[in-house]
């Protein structure tokens, strides 16, 4: 065949194109090979070797390098639709880039034949093939996405429980406060984030405006945290805590600032911490008149229970020692920033019922897990549920400190003041990825649900979701607590979510399972010395898990293809047999879901009118490794606040063990996520029947993209989030949290976004609702703060929205 060569004037733009291609293709070649010598997918090798025949006939100017590029992106196109279908985010790392690259060769310098007589007759000869191709794939992708956009929002097989089309019938109930406050963290004291409030409809929340927005500022020496809180609402006045030790107390009509009370350090030096939320209490003696018969209870960063006047942010002198109370107490030696309190306090029966957080994954021998009670009106110490000493509520003598690296509960706190029974969340006894120096009591209530009499401390019941946690599978949600029609009577239930995507509905009373619960074999295999590994695991197996699919080769992703083959390449050197999959040293081990979950402290809100759950959760993998303590060694990983060179972010410590970890988010080499969109989900749950209503991904790619610059398109992909949502009895479901920063209504009947609005910062809280004293107005609130570990902007704002007075 006779070779039909550029312009001289013309060959440097060429050969730079065909340079370009052969690099890429070259990349794509040893990448695909590697891929292939794990087992993969050959389509990168074979590609490879196509764009780089391609790059090197159009570097001597044979138009047979069009032909063999034309060729290549059918092939491509017809592999990708049969691995993924019409799934649009699926065809966008492997159409798009090829696609791109490709329309270089309609430019007139790399595709223009030198004899003028005979450019159009041979430039249709070569680029009907190609522009065949071209078309093939848009039509693909405007195919794909159009078939998807019709589609209803998606269920994934996962949803074992099935899945029903209609919205149960709405049966009003008591759940929420009349009144139209806010009393609790989660609502009520069962967490169910319910208000009967009905102003807002999804008929009338397009109107909905910011009626206020409050600072709550400044940040000591300018170092923003994250401001992830919950106010509470009670008469005329919110209640906020911030990340910088400050309570703030606001106008619940304008947000003007009422008090502040402030527990910084006098030279703002300290790091910003997490305070989600305070509590309130008033006196039980109805005649009880002066300061403090209404209060504020909330946890400084210094581990002091503080009690405030509610009306003038005042200390309560009767309370403690001059209104605080040290938590430090019986904890023996503690390193700075290695016991703190981030959720709000949970007050039953006159005590103040309180966990607490330690730091992850440094020391074994970090401080104890013990569950603590104290009086809400004296401030005393009452009792306390240290699980290595059974039978014992006291404190420990002097000299003596509770037992160490026990289970620890620093999520939110549920309670039942009828039954008398505080329901708390257990995490794991440090570290999370090491269990073979774990004591019998500490697995008897690792990553459990633990019932407590509020009274003494007892112990009522347990329910274990993990046995033999290494996957950092902790409880960070609220237990939520409904009364649940079910086979013809009403049962007090209490609803688990869980980071490993698990649902667990027990009866609140005994800890027994009202949706079957199985024990299923789980995977087995090579583990660290002297580890040991559970042959099985509880399963939700009559509610819906939002732990999403098995994940495969196939599922990785990328902006390119390069990225996209790196991702690949990353899954087959990974063990992954799915959920359980243990961590060794050996080879990275593929967790999914990861420790954001599932769900974590936002938690579930329950409708319970409807008795509609729902739930915000993600399907984002972490990609772990053990590391010997040799190689950590080598590697220089030290612990948090003793070397001063330590970064947690590189690998977790858990010295005193044979053993540390590198926990990482499943990224790629531009930062993006590994397995494909969607990421982040919202979810509506009938809990009559155990069946999904509705099912949709949550957030756009508007304020991410790769690297972290903001792709700025307003595209539905699914996001990660951290945060949850409100449910109102108006039929409206409130909620921020993915890494977009928009805060959203949602129709609970079908799912459908019918109002938003953009945010300064991050919206990783919680939103709340009430109604003012002043204009009987429904306000909708949110903080919109940021949060550090997800890198939204971070800033200082809670913005208060409501319809406008008088129609305006």
């Known amino acids: 065949m006779m070779q039909q060569h550029l312009t001289p004037g013309s060959a440097w733009i060429r050969r730079a194109y065909a340079a370009l291609l052969i690099a890429i293709g070259v990349f794509l070649a040893g990448g695909g090979g590697w891929l292939v010598g794990l087992g993969g997918s050959p389509y990168y090798l074979l590609t490879g070797l196509a764009v780089i025949a391609s790059g090197m006939l159009l570097w001597r100017g044979d138009r047979r390098g069009v032909w063999v590029y034309a060729a290549m992106l059918i092939a491509t196109i017809g592999w990708s639709l049969w691995e993924v279908g019409f799934n649009p985010w699926g065809l966008v790392p492997r159409l798009v880039a090829p696609t791109v690259l490709g329309l270089g060769l309609l430019v007139p310098a790399i595709g223009r034949l030198p004899s003028r007589a005979n450019t159009a007759a041979l430039r249709r000869r070569w680029a009907s093939p190609k522009l065949v191709a071209l078309g093939g794939l848009v039509a693909a992708i405007v195919l794909g996405s159009g078939l998807h956009a019709l589609k209803p929002p998606v269920i994934d097989p996962i949803f074992q429980a099935g899945t029903q089309e209609r919205l149960p019938q709405a049966i009003p109930a008591s759940a929420g406060d009349a009144s139209g406050d806010w009393l609790h963290w989660g609502g009520d004291q069962g967490g169910s984030r319910f208000s009967p409030l009905d102003q807002l409809t999804p008929d009338t929340v397009s109107g909905l405006k910011v009626a206020w927005t409050a600072d709550l500022g400044p940040a000591p020496g300018g170092k923003m945290g994250s401001l992830e809180v919950t106010p509470l609402k009670i008469g005329d006045t919110l209640y906020v805590c911030t990340p910088y030790d400050t309570v703030i107390a606001l106008d619940a009509e304008t947000g003007q600032r009422r008090w502040t009370h402030s527990e910084q350090a006098a030279d703002g030096a300290a790091s910003p911490g997490v305070c989600r939320g305070v509590a309130y209490y008033r006196l039980p003696d109805p005649a009880a008149t002066g300061a403090c018969v209404e209060r504020i209870l909330w946890v400084s960063r210094k581990a002091n229970l503080l009690a405030l006047d509610a009306r003038t942010g005042a200390l309560c002198p009767g309370f403690g020692d001059d209104g605080r109370t040290s938590l430090m107490t019986g904890l023996g030696e503690v390193k700075p920033g290695y016991y703190y309190v981030s959720s709000a306090p949970q007050i039953v029966r006159g005590k103040i019922v309180l966990g607490g957080a330690v730091m992850d994954g440094q020391y074994w021998g970090e401080p104890s897990g013990v569950i603590r009670g104290y009086d809400a009106v004296t401030g005393r110490f009452s009792w306390a549920y240290d699980v290595g000493r059974p039978g014992e509520h006291g404190e420990p003598e002097p000299g003596e400190h509770y037992t160490l690296s026990t289970p620890n509960s620093w999520a939110p706190i549920s309670a039942d003041e009828q039954l008398g029974m505080v329901y708390l969340p257990m995490g794991n006894a440090v570290p999370d990825y090491y269990g073979a120096q774990r004591r019998p009591f500490d697995e008897d209530i690792t990553s459990s649900v633990l019932a407590l009499d509020a009274q003494t401390g007892e112990r009522r019941w347990r329910f274990r979701t993990v046995h033999h946690d290494l996957w950092d599978y902790d409880l960070g949600s609220q237990p939520t607590l409904i009364d649940l029609p079910l086979n013809g009577q009403v049962v007090p239930v209490l609803i688990q979510p869980t980071k490993r995507g698990d649902v667990f509905v027990l009866d609140r009373r005994t800890g027994q399972p009202v949706r079957e619960v199985r024990e299923l074999p789980v995977p087995q295999g090579p583990i660290a010395p002297g580890e040991r590994l559970s042959p099985t ?165 508007r304020d991410s993209g790769p690297m972290g610059i903001a792709s700025q398109l307003p595209i539905t992909m699914g996001l990660p989030n951290v945060g949850g949502s409100v449910v109102t009895r108006g039929g409206l479901v409130f909620i921020a949290a993915v890494q977009e920063r928009t805060f959203r209504a949602i129709d609970i009947r079908n799912g459908q976004e019918v109002w938003s609005a953009r945010l300064p910062a991050g919206g990783q809280a919680n939103p709340m609702t009430y109604r003012s004293n002043a204009s009987g107005r429904q306000f909708v609130v949110l903080a919109s703060g940021g949060h550090v570990p997800m890198g939204t902007k971070l800033g200082t704002s809670l913005i208060a929205y409501a319809l406008p007075e008088n129609g305006e």
């Open 537 to 701: 695991q509880p399963f939700s197996v009559a509610m819906p898990s939002f732990r999403g699919p098995l994940i495969t080769e196939a599922d990785m992703w990328g902006v390119t293809p390069l990225d996209q083959m790196m991702c690949r390449i990353k899954f087959k050197q990974a063990r992954y047999e799915g959920l359980f999959t243990p961590p060794q040293i050996e080879r990275p081990n593929l967790v999914s879901p990861g420790y954001l979950g599932g769900s974590d402290w936002g938690s579930v809100s329950v409708d319970t009118d409807r008795m509609v759950m729902i739930v915000n959760s993600n399907r984002m993998p972490n990609y772990d490794q053990l590391i010997t303590r040799a190689e950590a060694n080598q590697r220089g990983v030290g612990i948090v606040g003793v070397d001063p060179h330590a970064n947690p972010a590189l690998a977790q410590a858990m010295l005193n063990t044979p053993v540390a970890a590198d926990i990482q988010p499943f990224l790629g080499v531009l930062k993006t996520p590994c397995n494909a969109p969607p990421w982040g989900l919202i979810t509506a749950v009938d809990l009559r029947s155990g069946k999904v209503i509705w099912n949709r991904p949550l957030g756009t790619a």
